[in-house]
């Protein structure tokens, strides 16, 4: 059940992985298996995406999309370490498989400093087996491969040692793998997984095709991705366990059923709880228009969704393409930890523009009178407090039947 069609916004602030098809992946100290592109942007006229051309230099392959989120949260990292080397043998290209309009569109507003390789028939993305975006591949001076990895455990030390000659060890990226796995063994068609896990902070999720995982996490902050819900919208009844776990699920990708449904049922079963949703009378944001001529909220003319945020001295911000109003009052009810309710009635087929800044320190004390300004002024739309019945998810421990008397 999808009671609120929303998008988890643990995505932006942490690292997280959008998941793509499998394939067989090259390993460190290989050669790369292809480096080509159906078009290469941002480049010098004469440039070259080959081997041969790119042989001497340290090079950065990024894997990524307009539309994910993590990526988009790792371009300001990977454009401070193109600027350190930009006057050294270090290349920086963004692979991307989609077109070029829905490309320089993002560009236009979100500047990548890298050669963008189009590689809109998915020839590199297969050859590189991605299974997870962001996803980050660094070839040596020589041409080989050093690391596989994600884009933010790349730093400066890596690759000056890389221009020094020396080797490099980061971890693996390309996304969370089922604990387990190993090459001797072959992937299982079916799983449903939780166990405790072995990292020590949280590292991300995401589901596919039938498919979803969430690495790290408490059980509190998996139950709002498990259940397709704001955290604000679910009522514990009863402890829940502590520590951080990991949660899998593993379908053939042509399923129809939805991998949050069984993880739903694995959780209950395996920690003994009950989950009900019950509809109750709450203080919540009703989300309205108040200008319908705001200059930061235009009609998208194309398909395509992406959204971002930030927050830099004081200033935090939200821009994306293609964001319907129930994606906005989605992400206003995260930040205001507040049932928000979308009355606005926007309905544009694509979507719209969306600019916003607002005064704020930090994420954790959100500044909701200078957020709730904001939205009117640059987005026309207000939020008004109201008591309304909203749907609530409640979670208790199941009650253990007393034991059958002995005649």
Known sequence: MNHLNRLTWTTLFSVAFCFSAPAASPKVGEAPPLLQATELLQAPPNARMDATSLRGKIVVLEFWATWCGPCVAAIPHLNELAEKFKNKPVQFIAITAEDRATVERFLAKRPIKAWIALDTNNAMNKAYGVTGIPHTVVLDKTGKIAAITYPTFLAGKSINDLLAGKKISLPAGGGPTVPGENEKEAPPLFQVLIRHSGYANSVGWGRSSGRMTITGFTVDWALPIIFDTHHDRIITNAPLPAGLFDFNVIQPRNTDVDPGALMQEAVKSAFGLTAKWETNQVNAFVLKVKETNAPDLTASPTKGMHLSTGLNSGVASVWGVGISSATIASFLEDRSEVPVIDETGLTNR??????????????????????????????????????????????ARVENPEPEKKR
Do not use: C, F, M
């Open 350 to 395: 694509y979507g719209y523009d969306v600019s916003l800044e607002w005064r704020q320190k930090s994420w954790d004390k959100p500044n909701l009178e200078s957020l709730k300004r904001a939205l009117t002024e640059q987005l026309g739309l207000e939020l008004i407090s109201e008591r309304r019945p909203v749907e609530i998810l409640a979670i």
